[in-house]
């Protein structure tokens, strides 16, 4: 998920009750809630390096308490206060596993078994953005704040217990994403069902893909076929009509493929491609040399690519030059 919905996920978990824990508690909750995304550093190298490094090691359960005792130790540093040792971490802990969690229910995945395993989990789910989240937590942010302004005018000039402001509208956001990503859950597992039970040009589907868009009832199936994918939009709850989808025919066979596969940009890049689709065409120049195109179809297509590897290929099967690009995935 994007920064502003972990830093809001650790406020809310220590307004919720996680600042009875520790004294910093809030500091220390939303920093933790955002410290997988150290890795951020690493876009320093290059787009590429940065997506082979995101979501790695600092977002598996091997490192999830040394995030939390980082956390805490930068936070005693800086604020020079002191903080309950146990209780802060453990409640760090919680908030950098709000943070795996989140980012699991992305169609873009986590590597979570790191170092012993480098496969890609995700439940699809939700965008990297979600705008019912936001919604939510912006309404969780602002009634807090008028209840304090309405009891400040009601009070005024009275003495009255403090309240605990805050509070409830934590619990209420903690609880919406609980329900929210639930019910996500169950029209996903509709969609994917839904393109699972057609044939495709009289062949059965190998693999199914329905990717989260804006409408939590509306996804953006990808179905493989041994010939082809087809990309077509799906609705949890109403007829589906594969025709009006695009088909998009897998690359024959070729040297030129043969030789992009080979290269580091290409290898980096099917690492952590899900649902690749190749593209071989003529590039023009040099003299007979051909382009070849990676695409990414969970995040685009050859007509609004996403992330997209592309290679020069010389007749002789020599890669001239090789790239990779980040585009902006559809419906985000």
């Not at 989260?212 to 953006?220: A, E, F, I, M, T």
């Amino acid at each position: 998920m994007d920064p502003l919905t972990h830093t809001a996920t650790g406020l809310f978990l220590s307004r919720a009750g996680l600042n009875r824990w520790t004294p910093q508690a809030a500091p220390i909750l939303m920093l933790a809630a955002n410290a997988p995304d150290i890795d951020i550093v690493t876009v320093s190298g290059g787009s590429l390096n940065y997506l082979h490094f995101h979501r790695h090691l600092t977002h598996s359960l091997a490192a999830m308490p040394v995030m939390a005792i980082m956390t805490v130790l930068l936070v005693r540093l800086v604020s020079r206060k002191p903080v309950a040792w146990g209780g802060a971490f453990w409640a760090a802990l919680i908030a950098v596993a709000s943070h795996l969690l989140l980012d699991f229910t992305n169609v873009y995945g986590i590597r979570l078994l790191l170092p012993f395993s480098a496969e890609w989990l995700r439940l699809d789910l939700t965008g990297i953005f979600d705008f019912w989240i936001w919604s939510a937590f912006l309404l969780a942010l602002v009634i807090p704040f008028l209840a304090r302004l309405v009891n400040s005018e009601i009070t005024s000039g009275k003495s009255r217990r403090p309240l605990h402001y805050g509070r409830g509208a934590a619990w209420f956001a903690l609880f919406f994403v609980l329900l929210y990503d639930g019910g996500r859950a169950v029209l996903h597992s509709r969609a994917v069902a839904i393109l699972e039970s057609r044939l495709y040009q009289g062949e059965t589907a190998a693999r199914v893909l329905a990717v989260p868009g804006l409408n939590p009832l509306q996804w953006r199936g990808v179905v493989e076929t041994t010939q082809f994918y087809l990309v077509s939009d799906v609705d949890s709850t109403a007829d589906f009509h594969p025709e009006r989808g695009i088909v998009f025919y897998k690359a024959a066979p070729d040297p030129a493929l043969d030789a992009a596969r080979r290269t580091a940009t290409f290898q980096t890049f099917l690492q952590f491609n899900q649902f690749p689709l190749w593209r071989v065409s003529p590039a023009g120049q040099p003299d007979d040399a051909k382009r070849v195109d990676l695409f990414d179809l969970r995040f685009g297509s050859p007509n609004q690519a996403g992330f997209k590897a592309s290679a020069l290929v010389d007749p002789r099967g020599d890669v001239l030059s090789t790239s990779f690009q980040f585009g902006r995935p559809p419906g985000r």
